[in-house]
C-alpha cells in the first residue's frame, strides 16, 4: 500500500476507522479501495473473520479512478 492510497482527514493519513464492531474504509479512489477489500478479505479468511454484507455499504463522494 502506497501513501497515495492513504485518506488525509485533517493532516492524518488514515484508511480504516473502526469502533467496537464497526469499520469504516476509506480510500481516495475505486482502485485503492479494493486493494483495501483485498487486504481485509485475506486477513479476515486468516482469523476467521465474516462479514455481515446485509449491513455493508459503500459511498463514494467524487470517486476518482
Keep these: 500500500m502506497l501513501s497515495t ?3 488525509n482527514i485533517a493532516g ?3 484508511n480504516i476507522l473502526a469502533y ?3 469499520m469504516v474504509l ?3 479512489s475505486r482502485k485503492s479501495l479494493q486493494g483495501l477489500l483485498d487486504i481485509i ?3 479476515a479468511v ?3 473473520m465474516s462479514f455481515n454484507t446485509n449491513k455493508t ?3 463514494m ?3 476518482v479512478e
Design 5 to 7: 492510497d492513504l485518506t
Design 12 to 14: 492524518c493519513m488514515v
Design 20 to 22: 467496537a464492531d464497526d
Design 26 to 28: 476509506l480510500a481516495p
Design 41 to 43: 478479505d485475506k486477513v
Design 46 to 48: 486468516e482469523i476467521d
Design 57 to 59: 455499504v459503500c459511498m
Design 61 to 63: 463522494f467524487n470517486p
